[in-house]
């Protein structure tokens, strides 16, 4: 049923009411279902934190999290990083270029945050670096410091300053592959030495995951930073 | 009910909820919004989970899933998000015609 709207018949978007009705049953049964499932946990279980505990001091930092992050998990952490870059790579397609540096800059931001962005950048900049630093001891760690990074891009490109878009397209792929490529070189290092994937040897632990830690919070944070402007609309799609 | 159980059945109903929206509204944002409440509801199991037991420390496998889980989510979105702006550019719909099962 098209909803009328004073003079305009406006369409409602919705589906027709079985199809509704069918979605609505179903995603019952799919509540019921998963409420059952989560009264049926064994009560007793405390998951894999012994297991973390025990190996923690063989993983380089002291902080449980970015132990299973970065030693005992970096497989899902690498693959992470390239679903990022898959999701640029899907970016880019859509906009049909190889860079960004065809982005359309944001109307005019008015002096306030211009200044507003001169002033919280830097300390943006810092506060990444402290939560990059952070990681090995308390929470923190190479997403946390890119996220922060690449809040501080989108800042820039929302007070008309550029960052992700004023690289050409050579030092753009090196940005964003930098963090995939040294984790790859880090990952596949110790099959060359007899041992397996992503078995780090035992001192040089620390210093491999702070080493990966940092390149991948940068290219995380130009891959944010480039999800956002990546889907500006193009100084070449404007009307004339 | 322990606080485990509050936490699980607001996941549970917020997943269902979000789960109706995605398969009943056709506007594409509407449907954007519905997958990252899913996606959030999802992340918020996982951490009641990782609690559940009130031991000293809480399990940090399932705190970095979470982690994994929100950057994937967020990449996600952009694509999507990017992908709805296009649509819009080219045909000036925001929501994909099929005129059978809309009203």
């Known amino acids: 049923m098209a909803t009328e709207s004073s003079n305009v018949t406006a369409v409602r978007l919705v589906a027709r009411l079985p199809a509704r009705l069918l979605a609505l049953s179903l995603s019952g049964l799919i509540a019921v279902l998963l409420v059952l499932a989560a009264l049926d946990l064994p009560d007793d279980a405390g998951g894999l934190t012994t297991q973390v505990t025990d190996n923690l001091d063989q993983s380089g930092v002291t902080h449980p999290v970015t132990a299973v992050l970065l030693n005992f998990r970096a497989y899902d952490t690498w693959l992470e990083v390239g679903v990022l870059i898959l999701a640029l790579l899907g970016i880019l397609a859509v906009q049909q270029s190889a860079d960004l540096s065809d982005t359309g800059a944001l109307t005019d931001p008015g002096p306030v945050l211009t200044w507003l962005s001169r002033l919280l950048v830097p300390v943006i900049f810092l506060t990444g670096g402290y939560l990059l630093w952070l990681g090995t001891a308390a929470p923190g760690g190479a997403f946390q410091a890119g996220a922060v990074w690449g809040a501080a891009g989108v800042l820039l490109y929302m007070s008309g300053y550029r960052s992700v878009t004023a690289m050409g397209a050579l030092l753009f792929r090196a940005a964003v592959l930098v963090g995939f490529g040294i984790f790859l070189i880090v990952a596949a290092g110790p099959t060359f030495t007899g041992r397996q994937m992503l078995q780090y040897p035992l001192d040089l632990a620390g210093t491999l995951i702070l080493l990966v830690e940092t390149t991948l919070a940068f290219s995380v944070a130009i891959i944010l930073t480039s999800l956002f402007c990546g889907s500006q609309p193009r100084r070449s799609d404007a009307s004339p | ?103």
Do not use: W
Not at chain 2, 23 to 41: C, P
């Open chain 2, 1 to 103: 009910m322990n606080q485990f159980l509050i936490f699980a059945f607001t996941s549970i109903a917020l997943f269902c909820i979000s789960l109706y929206a995605l398969v009943t509204y056709a506007h594409l944002l509407r449907k954007i919004l519905a997958i990252n409440i899913m996606g959030s509801s999802v992340f918020l199991f996982l951490v009641a989970v990782a609690y559940r037991n009130r031991t000293e420390t809480p399990d940090a496998v399932p705190h970095a899933m979470v982690l994994t889980g929100i950057v994937v989510a967020v990449s996600a979105t952009a694509f999507a998000l990017t992908l709805t702006r296009r649509i819009h550019a080219e045909t000036g719909l925001t929501y994909l015609p099929d005129e059978d099962d809309l009203e």
